[in-house]
């Protein structure tokens, strides 16, 4: 299987998963749970600005915090159990540029691979559905150039 | 704002199982998202394709069985609207994505699961969050 060189079995698993984390939260609180408004909200905290201040975000904090933390939770409980993982050496400048795009990005295009790609894909939405095709190709086609180039 | 305490708990349950899975796929290693991403290994479509399968069933099906969610709330809609700006967003994030490999729930968990230079990309998408606001603000006066 040339597409699947490290076999199918945990991307399969660990996407169900996924998938029963973000069902949870729907069926017990009805809320879509994309991750990336947290980093918006979270700011609520600290500035005084009104866009930073609006009714959603503060409405909303509270849980995402929660939720937050239950991602940084889960990662921990993965290796707690006794499960591998692998290094990653990702150069530093990639990540800190990588994640400002990111945030501005996902904040822009109002969610990220959990918002759009999950929640909003599963709600069959159009508009999310574009969001993914948008971000998939333009992920592909930003890391084929960065391969070509050696980066 | 006022979190309830079974709310809470049941928040904090269900992000940490969205973790666990991300930590099993492995997609909270950057390398595995950038070996999708140039198609050298797919396993990242199975992960989202099995996510977006269960979540049918929950978005689908259970507000046509159930009037409230089992905690007694209403189902919530995704507000979101496409225009110009939310594409341009996209291509943002596609840009950082494509460049290192992380999006936001892996950051997260993958700070979780010990690799402590997804800090620097955790502050990254802070910033970003923070230029978007400061921007989105001024531009609505």
Same mark, same amino acid.
């Given at each position: 299987?040339?597409?699947?060189?490290?076999?199918?079995?945990?991307?399969?698993?660990?996407?169900?998963?996924?998938?029963?984390?973000?069902?949870?939260?729907?069926?017990?609180?009805?809320?879509?749970?994309?991750?990336?408004?947290?980093?918006?909200?979270?700011?609520?905290?600290?500035? &005084? =600005?009104?866009?930073? =201040?609006?009714?959603?975000?503060?409405?909303?904090?509270?849980?995402?915090?929660?939720?937050?933390?239950?991602?940084?939770?889960?990662?921990?409980?993965?290796?707690?159990?006794?499960?591998?993982?692998?290094?990653?050496?990702?150069?530093?400048?990639?990540?800190?540029?990588?994640?400002?795009?990111?945030?501005?990005?996902? =904040?822009?295009?109002?969610?990220?691979?959990?918002?759009?790609?999950?929640?909003?894909?599963?709600?069959?939405?159009?508009?999310?559905?574009?969001?993914?095709?948008?971000?998939?190709?333009?992920?592909?086609?930003?890391?084929?150039?960065?391969?070509?180039?050696?980066? | 704002?006022?979190?309830?305490?079974?709310?809470?708990?049941?928040?904090?349950?269900?992000?940490?199982?969205?973790?666990?899975?991300?930590?099993?796929?492995?997609?909270?290693?950057?390398?595995?998202?950038?070996?999708?991403?140039?198609?050298?290994?797919?396993?990242?479509?199975?992960?989202?394709?099995?996510? %977006?399968?269960?979540?049918?069933?929950?978005?689908?099906?259970?507000?046509?069985?159930?009037?409230?969610?089992?905690?007694?709330?209403?189902?919530?809609?995704?507000?979101? %609207?496409? &225009?110009?700006?939310?594409?341009? *967003?996209?291509?943002?994030?596609?840009?950082?994505?494509?460049?290192? *490999?992380?999006?936001?729930?892996?950051?997260?968990?993958?700070?979780?699961?010990?690799?402590?230079?997804?800090?620097?990309?955790?502050?990254?998408?802070?910033?970003?969050?923070?230029?978007?606001?400061?921007?989105?603000?001024?531009?609505?006066?």
């Amino acid at each position: 299987m040339a597409f699947f060189p490290n076999g199918i079995a945990h991307y399969v698993i660990g996407g169900l998963l996924i998938g029963l984390g973000v069902a949870m939260l729907y069926v017990t609180s009805g809320r879509p749970g994309g991750v990336s408004t947290f980093f918006s909200a979270a700011w609520s905290w600290l500035l &005084d =600005r009104p866009f930073f =201040r609006q009714k959603s975000f503060l409405e909303s904090r509270g849980w995402r915090l929660c939720y937050a933390l239950g991602l940084v939770a889960g990662g921990a409980l993965y290796v707690a159990v006794g499960l591998p993982v692998s290094p990653s050496a990702m150069p530093a400048w990639k990540l800190a540029l990588g994640g400002v795009l990111i945030g501005f990005g996902a =904040r822009l295009g109002g969610g990220c691979t959990s918002g759009h790609g999950i929640c909003g894909m599963a709600s069959l939405s159009p508009g999310s559905i574009v969001m993914v095709g948008v971000f998939l190709t333009t992920a592909i086609a930003t890391a084929w150039v960065l391969r070509a180039l050696g980066i | 704002m006022g979190l309830r305490f079974s709310d809470a708990l049941v928040t904090i349950a269900s992000g940490a199982i969205f973790g666990f899975g991300l930590a099993f796929s492995t997609m909270i290693r950057p390398e595995s998202v950038i070996a999708f991403l140039t198609l050298t290994d797919l396993g990242l479509l199975l992960v989202l394709g099995s996510a %977006v399968a269960v979540n049918l069933i929950a978005y689908q099906l259970v507000p046509r069985l159930c009037q409230t969610t089992l905690l007694g709330d209403k189902f919530q809609q995704r507000p979101f %609207v496409l &225009d110009k700006q939310a594409l341009l *967003g996209g291509v943002l994030f596609g840009l950082g994505w494509g460049l290192c *490999g992380v999006c936001p729930g892996p950051a997260l968990t993958g700070l979780g699961a010990g690799n402590p230079d997804l800090l620097i990309a955790l502050a990254g998408i802070f910033a970003g969050a923070l230029a978007h606001g400061l921007w989105a603000g001024r531009r609505q006066g």
